[in-house]
């Protein structure tokens, strides 16, 4: 079946440093690739995505890379900020099944201090 | 604006009782999904539903029922059978018919059954 496996957290920074999330994934067809992005107390929301291989999503200094040849997508941020604090979901989406609901990591916590 | 509503945000109840969590959406999605979160475990989908009177399992179903009578609402009820029912539940929607469609996620209920 589709699995994602995260980087365990939580990962610590300082602000301005540079923040890298690992996330691999296995499926068995060609998904679609998710990162999402949950604060405090909230639901999740959608921070970037991409639909094929070599294609990068990106979405207020967040990227992520659609790596087929190792199966990995993982999350870069050149200079993050304290509001960048929050636990952050990689998921898939298996286009070859009926099933359409996403298939989650187990999540990253990313603190970033002053 | 649209988006998903859950009520409420916090609920208690005694073990051995049945809860209902109410999401309902205004976005015109066709596709609803129940996610359970548990700390260090990310979200597990619990039930999903691609159109109106019709709805499936997924990965952790056991204990709990749906309905989906409108497109616009989509209840999970935590039944007694349910053995660890205390956890963080998200509702979520999307667009059926496109595969690379994100979900748009409601802000939770968080249970607690003592």
């Known amino acids: 079946g589709n699995s994602v496996t995260q980087m365990e957290g939580p990962v610590t920074l300082s602000e301005e440093a540079f923040l890298t999330i690992n996330c691999t994934y296995t499926?068995?067809?060609?998904?679609?690739l998710f990162w999402y992005v949950q604060y405090p107390g909230e639901g999740l929301q959608l921070l970037l995505k991409?639909?094929?291989?070599?294609d990068k999503g990106s979405n207020k200094g967040f990227e992520a890379t659609y790596r087929k040849e190792t199966t990995s997508f993982h999350l870069e941020k050149g200079s993050v900020q304290v509001s960048d604090s929050a636990v952050y979901f990689c998921a898939l989406s298996d286009r070859d099944t009926g099933r359409r609901a996403l298939t989650f990591g187990s999540g990253t916590r990313l603190q970033v201090q002053p | 604006d649209g988006g998903i509503t859950q009520s409420p945000k916090y609920l208690f109840r005694k073990e051995g009782q049945n809860v209902t969590l109410s999401c309902e959406q205004n976005l015109n999605h066709d596709a609803m999904y129940w996610y359970r979160q548990d700390p260090g475990q990310g979200l597990r989908l619990i039930y999903y539903?691609?159109?109106?009177?019709?709805?499936q399992k997924g990965d952790i179903a056991e204990g709990y029922s749906v309905s989906r009578e409108k497109k616009e609402s989509f209840p999970l009820t935590v039944t007694s059978a349910q053995k660890n029912p205390t956890a963080f539940y998200l509702c979520a929607s999307s667009q059926q018919g496109d595969r690379n469609s994100p979900l748009h996620f409601g802000n939770g209920t968080r249970l607690t059954v003592t």
């Open positions: 499926a068995t067809g060609y998904p679609s």
């Open positions: 991409a639909t094929k291989a070599d």
């Open positions: 539903s691609q159109i109106v009177n019709d709805f």
